[in-house]
């Protein structure tokens, strides 16, 4: 799979949810995850159970981390 990082917005009502494969509203989103307040991710370079390793397909010291687009914060 692949992660998307965004900045945590500095005014904000409220938290970002941590939601699995729906929306706040119940709306299904199969295979999207979102990590907010009290969540994590596994990042590169961590070791799969498989032995495989993460990898960055483009990784924070080449790109900035934008902000979170408003759909999605909505």
Known sequence: GLHF???YPSRLEGEIRNLS??????TPLPG??????GGYVVA???IHPSGA???W???PWEADIT???AWLLE
Do not use: C, H, M
């Open 67 to 69: 902000d979170a687009p």
């Open 5 to 7: 990082y965004f900045r």
């Open 53 to 55: 390793e993460y990898v």
């Open 32 to 37: 999207i995850d979102v990590r907010g307040n």
């Open 57 to 59: 397909y483009l990784s």
């Open 21 to 26: 494969k729906k929306a706040v509203d119940g």
């Open 44 to 46: 590169p370079p961590s």
